[in-house]
């Protein structure tokens, strides 16, 4: 099974190739902007470079976000036109919350896991899931007083690129683990959608939004 994953929701425009559940191509190039003109490139980079086409392909997977507004749109736009595209090929949405929380290992969970993802503005985008990777609240952009709340009298273990930040400050929060990310872990989402696609739990890819676009009206 060939498996195309890709996530241009955060700094980066990260692309993997596997087949039969191992890596076969790797990209992650960082970047705050530009990501939707590397993404195609790096796709076909990870083809050429194997000798494959791309109607080759038995499923793409794609994160949904939360990110960047563009990020996102980009990342969807690519893959609902690849999969048009392809009517053979899966197609199958993974938000970063889901590829964070499959990254973390059995001795990194604890009582309450929480993924803490930056927004690059006063609050972060949250969900919090059980010892078993379950989750245990909808996704929600919230403060940092209310995320502490969600969290104070467990045991908790904490992963996200917004970890950083939203420990800058004494959190009094009893830790298990603390995991500091740069990016969404490409294999993890690459994982979440090949398992999909063994158990037959395709998601078709929807936009997770948390908030509203940042716009300004010229005056």
């Known amino acids: 099974m060939i498996n195309l994953a890709f996530d241009t929701t955060a700094q980066s425009c990260s692309v993997i190739l596997m087949k039969n559940g191992v890596v076969i191509a790797l990209s992650v190039q960082k970047m705050d902007f530009g990501q939707a003109e590397a993404l195609m490139p790096a796709i076909q980079k990870a083809l050429t470079d194997n000798g494959l086409k791309i109607n080759e392909l038995d499923l793409i997977t794609v994160c949904t976000g939360p990110g960047s507004f563009t990020g996102v749109r980009s990342s969807l736009s690519a893959a609902r036109t690849l999969g048009l595209a392809l009517p053979n090929?899966?197609?199958?949405?993974?938000?970063?919350?889901?590829?964070?929380?499959?990254?973390?290992?059995?001795?990194?969970?604890?009582?309450?896991?929480?993924?803490?993802?930056?927004?690059?503005?006063?609050?972060?985008?949250?969900?919090?899931?059980?010892?078993?990777?379950?989750?245990?609240?909808?996704?929600q952009a919230l403060v940092y007083e209310d995320i502490i709340n969600k969290l104070r009298n467990k045991?908790?273990?904490?992963?996200?690129?917004?970890?950083?930040?939203?420990?800058?400050?004494?959190?009094?929060?009893?830790?298990?683990?603390?995991?500091?990310?740069?990016?969404?872990?490409?294999?993890?989402?690459?994982?979440?959608?090949?398992?999909?696609?063994?158990?037959?739990?395709l998601d078709y890819p929807k936009p997770l939004y948390l908030r509203a676009p940042d716009v300004c009206i010229k005056g």
Request: charged fraction near 30%.
């Open 89 to 139: 090929t899966e197609l199958t949405g993974v938000s970063a919350f889901e590829a964070y929380i499959e990254d973390m290992m059995p001795d990194e969970l604890a009582e309450v896991n929480a993924v803490i993802i930056e927004t690059k503005r006063s609050d972060f985008y949250f969900q919090a899931f059980d010892m078993h990777k379950k989750s245990l609240c909808e996704p």
């Open 155 to 201: 045991k908790v273990s904490l992963i996200g690129d917004g970890v950083e930040r939203f420990l800058n400050k004494p959190s009094g929060l009893s830790l298990h683990v603390i995991r500091m990310e740069d990016l969404p872990p490409i294999k993890a989402l690459a994982r979440c959608g090949e398992n999909r696609y063994l158990k037959k739990n």
